[in-house]
């Protein structure tokens, strides 16, 4: 084969291995959701057996009617079967997250009715930190490659931006979670996808939803009186979120000012 021709081929034969590729991470994803799913319905097949009119109410909550229906039937249960309906909120939780599937605003509503406040506090932020890292991972095995095969100038833009900003990513997590600027499930995609290290994103992830998470709980706790799942959100607490916010930035905000003071003064001594 000669040299003109063998080069010919290279660009094809890094083709079909990037198609490859990527048809691999498509099935792996696919069959990690098949996995979740199982395990999703062995929980519900090994649930305490129903009554024929509360089957109905038995599935993942996506109005607040749904909740507050799942509420009332696992607050029947809850106490001769505590772990079983603790480990259905969980695995739920986490499943939600993990595909980014909606309904887990009524999961952590449903947390607050359910358990005490400082339990469903815990129990949502770290669902939220698993779901999220596990969202991340499956972004990351999929999402990345199709942005640097379809949109590569766009990709490696925003994995610059990412580089120099790499110190502060935790304190901008933390601002993402507690805004609603962009959806959960969004941040969860996009973070692997422009190059967001996975330790800042998962603390980031478990301490910046839990202001949000505070306010749902709160409301969960009086889940029979919500009407909708913006009952959960008022003026006051918005701004009470946007401070909390803007607080994650003030460190960012001293250390580039200090960084700049230390640039000065150097420059002034040398």
Same mark, same amino acid.
């Given at each position: 084969m000669s040299t003109t021709t063998r080069r010919n081929s290279l660009p094809n034969l890094i083709n079909i291995g990037n198609e490859t590729s990527t048809r691999n991470a498509i099935l792996t994803v696919g069959l990690i959701f098949l996995a979740s799913l199982t395990v999703l319905l062995? $929980?519900?097949?090994? /649930?305490?057996? =129903?009554?024929?009119?509360?089957?109905?109410?038995?599935?993942?909550?996506?109005?607040?009617?749904?909740?507050?229906?799942?509420?009332k039937l696992l607050e029947r249960y809850k106490d001769l079967y505590y772990v079983e309906v603790i480990a259905g909120v969980f695995i739920t939780f986490i499943f939600l997250q993990t595909f980014a599937?909606?309904?887990?605003?009524?999961?952590? $509503? =449903?947390?607050? &009715?359910?358990? @005490? /406040?400082?339990? #469903?506090?815990?129990?949502v932020c770290t669902c939220s930190a698993i779901g999220a890292s596990l969202c991340?991972? =499956?972004?990351?095995?999929?999402?990345? !490659? =199709?942005?640097?095969?379809? &949109? @590569?100038?766009? #990709?490696?833009?925003?994995?610059?931006?990412? !580089?120099?900003? !790499?110190?502060?990513?935790?304190?901008?997590?933390? &601002?993402?979670?507690?805004?609603?600027?962009?959806?959960?499930?969004? $941040?969860?995609?996009?973070?692997?996808?422009?190059?967001? %290290? $996975? #330790? @800042? /994103?998962?603390?980031?992830?478990? /301490?910046?939803?839990? %202001?949000?998470?505070?306010?749902?709980i709160q409301a969960g706790q009086t889940l029979n009186k919500l009407t909708s799942s913006s009952d959960t959100w008022s003026w006051s607490s918005m701004i009470v979120l946007c401070i909390f916010a803007l607080l994650s930035l003030v460190p960012v905000y001293f250390k580039n000012l200090f960084n700049r003071l230390f640039k000065?003064?150097?420059?002034?001594f040398d």
């Amino acid at each position: 084969m000669s040299t003109t021709t063998r080069r010919n081929s290279l660009p094809n034969l890094i083709n079909i291995g990037n198609e490859t590729s990527t048809r691999n991470a498509i099935l792996t994803v696919g069959l990690i959701f098949l996995a979740s799913l199982t395990v999703l319905l062995y $929980i519900y097949t090994n /649930f305490p057996e =129903l009554e024929e009119n509360e089957k109905k109410h038995m599935k993942v909550p996506l109005h607040i009617d749904d909740a507050k229906n799942l509420g009332k039937l696992l607050e029947r249960y809850k106490d001769l079967y505590y772990v079983e309906v603790i480990a259905g909120v969980f695995i739920t939780f986490i499943f939600l997250q993990t595909f980014a599937i909606p309904g887990s605003i009524f999961l952590s $509503i =449903l947390s607050g &009715f359910l358990f @005490p /406040f400082y339990l #469903a506090l815990v129990l949502v932020c770290t669902c939220s930190a698993i779901g999220a890292s596990l969202c991340y991972l =499956l972004s990351s095995l999929l999402g990345r !490659k =199709l942005l640097f095969k379809y &949109f @590569p100038d766009r #990709a490696n833009q925003w994995a610059q931006t990412v !580089k120099e900003h !790499k110190d502060n990513l935790f304190n901008y997590i933390l &601002f993402l979670r507690m805004t609603p600027l962009l959806p959960n499930w969004f $941040i969860n995609l996009a973070s692997p996808v422009i190059g967001v %290290p $996975i #330790a @800042p /994103f998962t603390l980031g992830t478990f /301490f910046g939803v839990a %202001p949000p998470s505070f306010l749902a709980i709160q409301a969960g706790q009086t889940l029979n009186k919500l009407t909708s799942s913006s009952d959960t959100w008022s003026w006051s607490s918005m701004i009470v979120l946007c401070i909390f916010a803007l607080l994650s930035l003030v460190p960012v905000y001293f250390k580039n000012l200090f960084n700049r003071l230390f640039k000065r003064l150097r420059l002034k001594f040398d």
